[in-house]
């Protein structure tokens, strides 16, 4: 990652699945830090899950962790931050497991910032890992899994929801008629081989910024031995 953050021309980058705590992730990311990269870190509350950061070219106007008074507040979920008049934010929605307590979790947070991100208003982006397919173009084998978290109808409409409320999935409208472009792949199998994929991490993008959404890639790793996550960096540049 250190390698790429090197290499990358994104002004702010956002971060899941930090996995530590404040200072574990700071000193992760010295090497980035001291060349100039500022860090906004939304600590988890249970060890070793979760966690977010937004990574930035200058500092942020101000940082907010989580939002209301939600039960999921300290579990390093969500982090936004505000540049001027764009506020971008850091989210890792729960994997869930279909007919689980975990997947009841999983609702109970989505209803949660379902309510928040829908109140936004302004030039927002709200960036991450939402571990859910939207489409059948957002995952290669969509019909053995449309009983599996992450395919579920219900999961589905919550999307269709945000989209309805003025966000734009701007990934997709950059790249309306295609098969992905996935960002996840499994590290069972051949999967990363043969592009069997999921499309799970989106940018959400409200008011005149959404508008601006001009070029979308995905950095796929070269080949398997090269990859530094199971994820790979969805990259959008707007006007």
Known sequence: MLAWLAATEADIVCVQETRATDEQT??????????GWCLAHAEPESKGRAGVAI???????????GFGGSEFGASGRYLEADFGDVTVASVYVHSGDAGTPRQDEKYRYLAELGAYLTARTGDFVVSGDWNIAHTERDLKNWKGNLKSAGFLPEERAWIDELLAAGYVDVVRKLHPEVD?????WSYRGRAFDNDTGWRIDYQLARGDLATRAKQAVVDRAAAYDQRWSDHAPVTVQYR
């Open 26 to 35: 700071s000193a992760a990311l010295a090497p980035a830090l001291a060349d």
């Open 55 to 65: 990574l930035s070219r200058r500092a942020p106007d101000a940082v907010r962790i």
């Open 180 to 184: 992905g472009p996935y960002s996840w």
